[in-house]
């Protein structure tokens, strides 16, 4: 079964850094665009970061400067670097990976990261 399982996630204090993986299973990454996205509760689903299958990068105003997005597809795997994380940080990451020929779209359960003093 294709899946995507994201790790990392925890607790940090406001400045500190965290590493996110989002690894998949099922299916290789190498013609896949993957996103990281986040959700707080009462907030629109936001994206965060997006990795393209040839490596463009485009990332939120918010984030740029303090999250870089990554891609290992020999490991199948995408991490997303938080520097400098603040309290407004605090949410559900989630990965998303997709294709357009043939049409495919995968979602993580996402990892909660939570930055609080």
């Known amino acids: 079964q294709a899946q995507l399982v994201e790790s990392g996630g925890g607790l940090v204090q406001p400045g500190g850094s965290l590493r996110l993986s989002c690894t998949a299973s099922?299916?290789?990454?190498?013609?896949?665009?993957i996103g990281w996205f986040r959700q707080v509760p009462g907030k629109k689903h936001e994206a965060v970061s997006c990795?393209?299958?040839?490596?463009?990068?485009t990332s939120a105003d918010s984030v740029k400067g303090r999250f870089t997005i990554s891609r290992d597809n020999a490991k199948t795997t995408v991490y997303l670097q938080m520097n400098s994380l603040k309290p407004e940080d605090t949410a559900v990451y989630c990965c998303n990976a997709q294709i357009s020929r043939p049409f495919s779209n995968y979602w993580g359960q996402g990892t909660q990261v939570t930055v609080a003093s």
């Open positions: 990795i393209t299958w040839d490596g463009k990068i």
């Open positions: 099922g299916f290789t990454l190498d013609y896949y665009n």
